[in-house]
């Protein structure tokens, strides 16, 4: 079958950067400036999944016009501006070249993936379509392969119902992932990478429970993907990377909903693809998990040394928020050694580490890391030292301090410091504490924070006459029992 080779009727010119966006950043850096945008979104019922990636291709000018989606937050944002104004191409003006382009002259992009060489189709127009989960511009879609449309593909809606979580748009024809698939393109790393994004959203809002099974399908598709090659280096990288940071997130939905070995199974499989490609970043994100899965798996020496070795390959890297968590993570192993001096030099490491402030080094995954995770992950070392007054304080402020967009977080400190106020000898402010969490359980499914609950009301059963701990322990017993 004759090919058709990627032609245009204008030629290629280097996108004009977005000046005007830029200003609109100020001093913030491209991951605040991010987080300022979904939670903006938050504010008017949209979901998007914005990162500091997105934020350098709309500055670099490679994103023209942005999705509905995206153009309804940034007007949110920015009240009584136009796209115009915030530095984007009319609208109009970019589907009428499109529309031109595509009467005129042949299609516009590769129809033959095999032949696909370049690493992003110039000749599409950098526009985006409406599925509000895709930071990046598909602008690939042409080339996109059918195991990573199966794999990948949005399920409809942008909300996603809490109790089932609905369809999250990570469902795959067993067949296709067996399938032979030509080799790789740059739409296939984009794909990889958004499933990652995705599934971290839908972690964010709902827990693991829900998600883990769902989410070992894409998996599967994308290490087939590594065995479908690839002619450019950098996509290679691209994909190894993205497929190593899938196992880790599908890693850590089996971790959070208490599948201990799958999870260790996963972050094994990280750690190769790591070593295998040499990337400090990606072999430093599966230490760092891995030291967490030790601590919870009652292994805290091994989550010590897990912990120091993230914090060699991750020096490379030059973030020190990423730093301040391992830290966090070597102070988690101390704490179940028992050993508070230990514990102090980590914590203390680990403060002045994330008073550096963020840095355009941080790692994507790290969007979750801020001042709520670092008092939720200290509460947790007091906890397991048996410090419950202090461990409660901390946690206390952890839940004040946590992004909205957190659910799964807010619900997992308010249980951190319903069980501490419990242990301190203070059942009635922990029962105000528990019923809290109830509520959210309704929007949040992971066993990690019913455990956590179901210990707590242990502890309060023999406090029944005290305020709020019978209707507490009532609500209780009656959700339904994890499976």
């Known amino acids: 079958m004759a090919s058709s ?8 010119r280097p996108p004009r950067p977005n000046l005007a ?61 136009t796209l115009t104004d915030l530095g984007f191409a009319p609208r109009s003006a970019v589907r009428g070249r499109r529309a031109r382009d595509t ?32 930071p990046y511009h598909p602008h690939d879609t042409y080339e996109e392969s059918d195991v990573l449309r199966r794999a990948f593909m ?4 942008a909300t996603v119902a809490a109790a089932s979580l609905g369809p999250v748009g990570l469902a795959l024809d067993a067949a296709a992932a067996q399938r032979p698939v030509r080799r790789a393109g740059a739409s296939d790393a984009g794909a990889l990478e958004e499933a990652v994004r995705r599934i971290r959203l839908l972690d964010d809002r709902h827990g693991a429970d829900g998600l883990y099974r769902r989410a070992a399908a894409p998996l599967r598709a994308a290490y087939a993907l590594l065995d479908a090659g690839t002619t450019r280096q950098t996509t290679a990288d691209r994909l190894y990377s993205g497929a190593g940071e899938l196992a880790i997130s599908v890693g850590w939905l089996a971790h959070d909903s208490g ?79 028992a050993d508070r001096v230990g514990c102090e ?25 801020g001042e709520a995770e670092l008092e ?28 909205p967009h957190f659910t799964r977080n807010i619900a997992l400190y308010t249980a951190e410091l319903a069980d501490d106020l419990a242990r301190g000898g203070r059942p009635d402010e922990a029962a105000v504490a528990g019923m809290r969490v109830l509520d959210l359980l309704e929007q949040v499914q992971s066993s990690r924070v019913q455990t956590m609950l179901a210990a707590t009301a ?24 994890m499976v």
């Open 21 to 81: 966006f830029r200003r609109l950043r100020g001093q913030r850096s491209p991951a605040e400036f991010a987080a300022a945008i979904r939670r903006a979104a938050l504010e008017i019922g949209e979901q998007v999944s914005c990162d500091a990636r997105y934020i350098g291709r709309v500055e670099a000018g490679e994103i023209r016009c942005p999705n509905y989606a995206y153009e309804r937050v940034f007007l949110h944002m920015f009240p009584g501006r």
């Open 259 to 337: 599948r201990f070995d799958d999870a260790r199974s996963h972050y094994a499989e990280a750690l190769a693809t790591a070593r295998m490609t040499e990337d400090p970043g990606l072999e430093a994100h599966a230490f760092c998990n891995t030291a967490f899965l030790a601590r919870d798996a009652g292994r805290p020496r091994e989550a010590v040394r897990a912990a120091q070795a993230a914090q060699r390959v991750a020096r490379p890297v030059g973030s020190a928020r990423l730093m301040s968590l391992l830290a966090l993570r070597e102070a988690g192993g101390w704490a179940g050694l």
């Open 5 to 12: 080779l990627v032609t245009s009727s204008q030629p290629n």
């Open 103 to 134: 009467e005129d002259a042949p299609p516009t992009c590769t129809t033959n993936p095999a032949n696909a060489t370049s690493e992003s189709s110039g000749a599409c127009e950098p526009y985006e379509t409406q599925n509000p989960y895709d």
């Open 376 to 403: 939720g992950l200290e509460a947790q070392c007091w906890s397991t030292l048996g410090d419950w007054p202090r461990a409660a304080r901390h946690a206390r402020r952890a839940a004040e301090l946590q992004d």
């Open 345 to 369: 030099q980590a914590l203390a490491r680990a403060q002045a580490l994330f008073d550096r402030g963020p840095s355009d080094d941080d790692p994507e995954w790290m969007s979750f890391y």
């Open 154 to 157: 949005t399920g409809g809606g």
């Open 458 to 481: 242990r502890v309060l059963s023999p406090h029944r006459r005290a305020s709020g701990v019978s209707a507490f322990l009532e609500r209780h017993a009656s959700l339904p029992r």
